[in-house]
């Protein structure tokens, strides 16, 4: 399935603008999807934003700089938990429902 539009994520326009920024300084060569409750239309005020980091060059691989993000998010005034893995660490099993519904955060196309 394609990806949706990005205004089908379930985030407010500055929040947005802030975790693209992010993204850019320390994950700047990944691929970022967004996808879960946020993308699929069920969230709530209180729902976390589900990111899943991609390397275009070899998805059986590490995004560079994924730690360093997590503790940026962490420490930034983003005022939701943003759950971040790995493509490659989670199980091929669940990559199918990810890609059933997801949303290109970064690069901005």
């Known amino acids: ?18 975790l693209q920024a992010l993204l850019a ?24 934003l589900d990111l899943v980091l991609r390397n275009p060059a070899d998805l059986t691989q590490e995004v560079p700089g994924g730690r360093a993000l997590r503790e940026a998010l962490q420490a930034s005034d983003l005022p939701i938990l943003v759950d971040v893995h790995q493509w490659f660490q989670l199980p091929s099993s669940f990559h199918p429902n990810i890609e059933a519904a997801y949303v290109v955060v970064h690069p901005r196309g």
């Open 1 to 18: 399935m394609p990806a949706l539009e990005l205004s089908a994520l379930a985030l407010q326009p500055q929040h947005l603008q802030k």
């Open 25 to 48: 300084q320390y994950t700047p060569e990944a691929q970022v999807w967004a996808y879960g409750s946020r993308v699929n239309g069920t969230a709530h005020e209180g729902s976390d």
